[in-house]
């Protein structure tokens, strides 16, 4: 009987292998240019035609490849970067499969050049469609140059499923942009169809991060830098008021590989969880430094995945590192003025050496406090002055907007500036040194109290506000479900209650700082979203939306006169509250306007 089961020819091996690792055209140009990076290349060019369709040409000028090497080169399974299951499991380098240039070799007409330092001249080897040429002499003066001609002219049913020219060549631009971010020490240019798209110097990484992903992403963003053994994160957040539409701004990298991985998209994304307004996504480029023994990449033939071995602590460093950026105490974020000590994925003399690359904070900003208005008792919080604690005499707009000097002697304003009055009774006009910002009252003060609560009830300081007389109340059976799941809960922030019976419940005592709200509109609101998101919801991101109803309700409403003493005190608790430039629903808290800009409305000096 005929065999049943037999071997595969080598070169539709290649073709299947190619279906995996070459997708399209980006592929390559991403596996090339991988390559350039692991032979020690500072320069990098990709030359594309019809979206690299026709042809993709990668030079660069790395350590080039030995005469007796090429054929090896160009094999399945044959790679100069690990030896061992040791090396695999600490694998550092870009590529190690030994999978990429055979892949494409047998899917195109593929000419490998190169040239070593100590050889006397360059050599060519020619594959077409996986089949071997000669090797011949040829000129190059130094480095290595591939050039893949008509991808996919063998296999005819997968060309079929690329897309036109402009969508293929963004697919490929994209992947040369990650790769360009994660390495600015190299120089990297890009063409397509003879015109230059983009040519980066070596640089810094602020320089590189800014020319790719914008000018207005880095003066919007704020370091991020948490450094642990083995273990570091270091990049740049975008803020909250420059979130987008879509995904198209964030950038992750694992030891200087671009990845698509869940884990850490859900951790940046927790971050940001109490900040983005609905659907806005964030931006990001983040740098995820790891002992490579402590992450797998040999996941994804591609290698866009990762797996971490204690998946969980990974996702609570990057949540809590991006977080901790975000939680900016000023009102103004700086820009950096310098470039921080350049990140660097690994070490170019031993890719197996985790190399920590710290990355300093941005400058200190000092908050300035408000100056002492004569006879007046100042509040210690917007808090104290609503609740009466505190001297409310009416005061002069135009004192406040130009105080006395700061208690160092200097002429400094606070960030946020000083109070001349309220607009519509929602937004708090006050004069900055810069210009004039607007407050919206209400966000404001619903940041304030949202992060008060926080910190009370991570510290057990929640206190509670006994009731003169018991508020009763009739409940469903799914509320009074919810109410037994949550009792835990709802007494650590501040509730007593207690059962009537079957379906009514009394309300004995509630959170201090609620004592002048109606509790039993709150309780329901609050019953209703710990049923939308479910006993299986993380506990943290319950208690935060319950805290957020809270606040909600506890903050201070439109059209409540304020006095300008009532706002100053709403100003500087605003300075001294982390996350103050959202409120719990992502929108923004203030808006300033700068002289500059008041000179350009009225048309000033044109």
Not at 168 to 193: K, Y
Not at 577 to 589: L, V, W
Request: charged content about 25%.
């Amino acid at each position: 009987m005929p065999s049943v089961i037999c071997p595969l020819p080598e070169l539709l091996i290649n073709q299947i292998a190619a279906g995996e690792v070459v997708e399209r055209p980006a592929s390559g140009v991403k596996e090339l240019a991988e390559n350039s990076i692991d032979a020690g290349a500072t320069q990098v060019n990709i030359d594309l035609l019809q979206g690299g369709v026709k042809r993709i040409r990668v030079a660069d000028d790395g350590t080039g490849i030995d005469r007796s090497d090429l054929p090896n080169a160009v094999a399945r399974h044959a790679t100069s970067k690990i030896r061992t299951l040791e090396d695999l499991e600490r694998v550092a380098s870009m590529g190690f499969r030994g999978e990429a240039l055979a892949s494409l070799a047998a899917i195109s007409r593929m000419t490998l050049t190169s040239r070593t330092a100590a050889a006397p001249h360059a050599h060519r080897l020619v594959v077409t469609g996986g089949a071997m040429g000669p090797i011949e002499p040829a000129a190059l003066a130094a480095g290595t140059v591939i050039e893949a001609e008509d991808l996919f002219f063998n296999t005819p049913a997968r060309r079929k499923f690329l897309k036109t020219e402009a969508t293929e060549f963004g697919h490929a631009e994209d992947a040369a942009s990650r790769i360009a971010i994660a390495h600015p020490e190299v120089a990297f240019g890009l063409s397509h169809n003879g015109r230059v798209v983009w040519s980066y110097p070596r640089q810094s990484l602020l320089e590189r991060v800014g020319a790719i992903a914008g000018e207005d992403f880095v003066d919007a963003s704020v370091l991020v830098d948490a450094d642990q053994p083995l273990i570091a994160l270091s990049g740049f957040a975008a803020l909250p008021r420059y979130s987008r539409a879509s995904r198209d701004q964030q950038y992750v990298f694992v030891n200087g590989r671009f990845v698509r991985d869940k884990l850490l998209q859900h951790a940046l994304r927790e971050a940001y969880a109490d900040v983005l307004h609905g659907h806005r996504q964030p931006a990001f480029a983040v740098f995820l430094r790891i002992d490579p023994s402590l992450v797998d990449v040999n996941v994804h033939p591609a290698k866009a995945e990762v797996r971490f071995r204690d998946a969980r602590a990974v996702h609570q460093f990057v949540y809590h590192a991006v977080r901790k950026a975000l939680a900016a105490t000023s009102a103004e974020v700086p820009r950096p003025e310098a470039e921080p000590e350049a990140y660097v994925s690994t070490s170019r003399t031993n890719p197996n050496t985790f190399v920590q690359r710290p990355m300093p904070l941005y400058p200190a900003q000092p908050l300035s406090t408000a100056p002492p208005l004569q006879g007046v008792q100042q509040p210690s919080s917007f808090y104290d002055v609503m609740r009466g604690d505190t001297q409310r005499p009416e005061m002069d707009a135009a004192r406040i907007a130009a105080p006395a000097a700061m208690p160092d002697g200097s002429d400094a304003f606070p960030p946020l500036g000083f109070a001349l009055g309220l607009l519509h009774g929602i937004y708090i006009l006050a004069q900055t040194q810069r210009g004039l910002v607007l407050v919206d009252m209400h966000a404001a003060h619903e940041r304030i109290l949202y992060e008060r609560f926080k910190r009370e009830l991570d510290t057990g300081e929640a206190a509670s506000q006994p009731l003169l007389a018991p508020i009763a109340f009739a409940i469903s059976a799914r509320e009074r479900a919810l109410l037994d799941e949550n009792r835990t809960l709802l007494a650590a922030l501040g509730f007593d209650l207690g059962a009537l019976g079957e379906n009514e419940v009394a309300i004995r005592a509630v959170p201090a700082m609620l004592d002048r709200r109606e509790p039993v509109d709150l309780l329901r609101e609050m019953l209703e979203s710990l049923g939308e998101h479910g006993a299986s919801h993380a506990l943290e991101q319950r208690r935060d939306e319950v805290l957020s109803t809270m606040a909600c309700h506890a903050a201070v409403r439109a059209n409540r006169q304020l006095s300008i003493a009532e706002m100053n005190a709403l100003l500087r608790q605003m300075e001294s509250t982390e996350r103050s430039g959202q409120c719990n629903h992502g929108r923004p808290t203030w808006h300033e306007f700068t002289i500059q800009d008041l000179d350009r409305l009225f048309m000033r000096g044109r």
